[in-house]
């Protein structure tokens, strides 16, 4: 892809003559495209280093600030860091040379030139070797170092990777430097990418807002409001504080109208954002909710000990992601325990899918430990399950704690939930954007069970009328055991999602128990669509009055007061279950 390619003739002649440089406006490529502009570039960098004073070889650094390529980085990368020698011929001449291949029996070292990549050789044509101890490295100074500092800046505008050049083109605006300018402005006549021709407009336009001309000021402006630069927000509101001051009404006129378009964008992505966040917060609220409006909603049993299940797939899913590793040392009782890893290069990105069924099936099981054990003798005693439950979390987070540790463990998350996409300005975080499908996909699945297998014809029986359903020959102590072991499974999902968005530690569960309570009472105990509308409906409640009143305290209070007020007018729900059993 070509850039504005300056053809350099460097000519300096013995050391004290000092040095005369030519730039001629032409046409110039990336360094990598051609292996002419690569032979140029080391012939400018050959002479910087061997030129006779730091002022020339400044001259001749900042002179490559018209030609940036990943290349410059390279060699002045290797200028400051000393792996280039200067190497004195008999008759004074100075040669810039990196060293090669293995050290001889003396310390030598063979030479290669900076200047044209050949083995450099003596006035007989032996190659020269050279004792890295015995020879001065080339030397900078802090001068030269800015030199290098400014033109390694601009050579990222260069840089292949799409996000390393946009990030380049955002902070070259950095300052206004007027200086910075003309390599923007080659780089935007060879851009093709959307992305980095929208930055190049934008930086450009911010330059010139400092630019003497008037003319070109006003055009910045109206440049800056037609793409709604935020980053200029800032900068713009302080040019009509100057244009005010000076009394210059056409400037104040454009810049206000800018400023006007800029805050309206900023007010739009302020209320998609708004309606993003509080989408994603629903959806957890929902994976959270949707296990316990099954045991809650359609058993009856107040499962207390449902955010510990919560925990039960979180940590399942940290197992996973180190057996997927270099492996888990555990001290459960005392006793130290070492789980071996697989140390798969790719584990961190595979694990997580494993993670998942595993966490429902981890949570599925201890929930069937419970039923069998605790949960089937307290059917129809609501009192007696709150308490127990109750105790059955106290004694699971105790146990978390003797074989995790108290401190909160460190989940990672996988490259495909761990970035971002920004559309109109507004970030779509890739793991809100997976919970919001997983939800949906936990809602379809939790739905065609409950309505289209055998199991959920059984549980919707058993939930209607349980006497009745013993009476047709349902065995329905299974039944009992199958659904409070899915609500719980489901419970497990919602622990492998929430690790890739919080800490995981003994008291995770606790954070969301009372939510997920209040989410399913405000649907309608029982009501799978209620939890579903009701949990959205808090979480985009929740994320509104935060956004507006600027506090999420007093937003929480007034989302909380506002949910005892609804429960006051219909005590049980959006959507009232009806049955036989309480007919």
């Not at 798969?344 to 949570?363: C, K, R, T, V």
């Not at 003797?402 to 460190?410: E, H, R, S, W, Y």
């Not at 549980?459 to 039944?479: D, F, S």
């Amino acid at each position: 892809m070509p850039f504005l390619r300056a053809n350099l003739l460097i000519h300096h002649v013995k050391r004290g003559l000092g040095l005369s440089l030519l730039l001629s406006s032409a046409f110039f490529t990336r360094a990598d495209e051609t292996g002419t502009g690569s032979s140029e570039l080391r012939k400018v960098i050959a002479s910087a280093i061997e030129a006779p004073t730091p002022t020339e070889q400044q001259e001749i650094i900042l002179s490559l600030k018209t030609k940036p390529s990943p290349e410059v980085v390279s060699w002045l990368d290797q200028w400051k860091e000393g792996a280039i020698y200067l190497y004195e011929a008999p008759d004074g001449k100075l040669t810039a040379v990196t060293l090669t291949g293995e050290a001889g029996a003396d310390g030598t070292l063979a030479t290669v030139q900076v200047a044209d990549g050949t083995p450099l050789l003596d006035a007989s044509g032996a190659a020269v070797r050279i004792n890295p101890k015995t020879t001065d490295f080339a030397d900078t100074t802090s001068g030269l170092r800015r030199a290098m500092k400014e033109v390694s800046d601009l050579a990222a505008l260069a840089n292949p990777d799409l996000a390393k050049r946009l990030r380049a083109i955002q902070d070259s605006s950095i300052g206004q430097n007027q200086q910075k300018l003309p390599a923007l402005l080659a780089l935007q006549q060879s851009e093709t990418q959307p992305k980095a021709v929208r930055a190049l407009k934008e930086s450009i336009a911010i330059i010139q807002l400092k630019s003497p001309d008037r003319q070109e000021r006003i055009a910045a402006c109206n440049t800056l409001a037609s793409i709604k630069s935020l980053a200029s927000h800032d900068i713009i509101k302080s040019l009509k504080a100057e244009a005010e001051k000076s009394k210059d009404a056409e400037l104040v006129d454009v810049a206000q109208k800018a400023i006007v378009a800029i805050d309206s964008h900023i007010s739009s992505i302020n209320a998609v954002g708004t309606a993003f966040r509080g989408l994603s917060l629903g959806s957890v609220l929902l994976v959270v909710a949707i296990g316990l409006a099954i045991t809650f909603g359609l058993m009856g049993i107040i499962n207390m000990a449902h955010g510990e299940l919560i925990a039960v797939g979180a940590y399942t899913t940290y197992m996973i992601q180190n057996i997927f590793a270099a492996g888990l040392q555990l001290s459960p009782f005392g006793m130290s325990i070492s789980i071996p890893g697989m140390n798969l290069a790719s584990g961190s990105n595979l694990y997580f899918i494993i993670a998942l069924p595993a966490s429902f099936l981890a949570a599925a099981l201890v929930g069937l430990l419970l039923e069998r054990s605790i949960i089937r003798f307290l059917y129809r005693r609501p009192l007696e399950s709150l308490l127990a439950t109750w105790g059955i979390s106290l004694v699971m987070q105790q146990l978390f704690r003797l074989i995790f540790g108290a401190n909160n463990v460190q989940v990672s998350s996988p490259d495909w939930l761990s970035g971002n996409w920004t559309f109109n300005d507004v970030i779509f975080g890739w793991n809100r954007v997976f919970v919001i499908g997983f939800a949906i996909l936990i809602i379809v699945v939790t739905w065609l069970v409950i309505n289209k297998t055998q199991l959920g014809l059984l549980i919707r029986a058993v939930m209607q009328n349980r006497n009745m359903a013993a009476c047709m020959g349902i065995r329905t102590e299974r039944v009992n055991m199958m659904t409070f072991a899915f609500g719980c499974g489901l419970a497990g999902l919602a622990g492998a999602f929430l690790s890739q968005i919080g800490n995981v530690g003994p008291s995770l569960g606790q954070n969301y128990i009372v939510d997920a309570f209040m989410t399913v009472v405000v649907g309608g105990v029982g009501n799978i669509l209620g939890t579903v509308i009701s949990a959205l409906g808090i979480g985009i409640a929740d994320q509104t009055l935060q956004q507006y009143l600027g506090n999420p305290v007093i937003g929480k209070i007034l989302v909380l007061g506002a949910i005892i007020l609804f429960l006051q007018w219909r005590p049980a729900g959006l959507f009232v279950t009806r049955s036989r059993s309480l007919d």
